[in-house]
């Protein structure tokens, strides 16, 4: 266990939430020196040989309640295989989604997060081997939400995070700036034009309720030079989703 310097949050060994798997140290850190020292959690994996489904059983949830579920996975060549799995990954029963790093590249990191009102007091993260190499994992994280937040998950919905970007930001804000400890990656365009402001930006109390996005965040943005210039935003919508239970 260890306190994460960038959010002071504690990471713990995951040795009393699964009893399957083995654990190995990456052999190829991230080629990006920042990437290591700013996600530790990815210098090392557990890995899921000869089984169909492995899973992780989260407790203590509170039933009914929402939270954010976060899996995170470095490959780093552990196995010395050289050869990046596909294998997929469910919330319980639900499918979440097929892990399949697109370039074959062995420091390639990868996350994924869903928001979703957990029906009971435990959930299991499973991962399942579909013939395309040895499932792993590096980390991962269960946030709990208020609420109200997100009323578009609920318990027969939940939402998959497509992108969060903190638009004109120069750094990718979490905790504690985030209270649900939300990546928000900074996106700024060279045609386009950083603004901000030092003041709090405080937001109607309907709309906090909803997104809470924190005020650092909506201290910056970006605006065109003139008139003539737009501003051109593209983003790729995943097709996986999870399922309502049956
Ligand atoms: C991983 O590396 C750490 C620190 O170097 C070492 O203490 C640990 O035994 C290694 N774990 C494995 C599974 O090789
Ligand atoms: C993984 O991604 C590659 C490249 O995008 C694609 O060709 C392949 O069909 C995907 N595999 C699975 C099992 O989804
Ligand atoms: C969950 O949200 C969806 C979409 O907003 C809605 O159609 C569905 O009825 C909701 N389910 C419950 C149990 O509230």
Known sequence: SYVDELTKLRYTTDAGFTDAGSNHNVSIRH???EYTKRYPQAENVRSFPGAVRSCYTLRPIVSGSKYLLRASFMYGNYDGLNMIPVFDLYLGVNFWMTVNFSKDDPDLAFYSEVITVLPEDSVQVCLVDTGLGTP????????????????????TQALALSRR?????DRMIRYPE???????????????LQISTEQK??????????FHAPSVV?????TTPNVST???FGYNVRTDHVYPKP
């Open 31 to 33: 080629t990006n020196p």
């Open 230 to 232: 737009d501003i051109e």
């Open 136 to 155: 792993f994992i590096s980390w991962l994280e269960l946030r709990p939400l208020k609420n109200t937040l997100y009323p578009q998950a609920n318990v």
């Open 201 to 210: 930006v405080e937001r109607d109390e309907s709309t906090r309720e909803i």
């Open 165 to 169: 970007w903190n638009f004109g930001g």
């Open 218 to 222: 909506m201290q910056t943005a970006i």
């Open 178 to 192: 985030d209270p649900y400890d939300r990546p928000w990656f900074p996106w700024n365009d060279p045609g386009s």
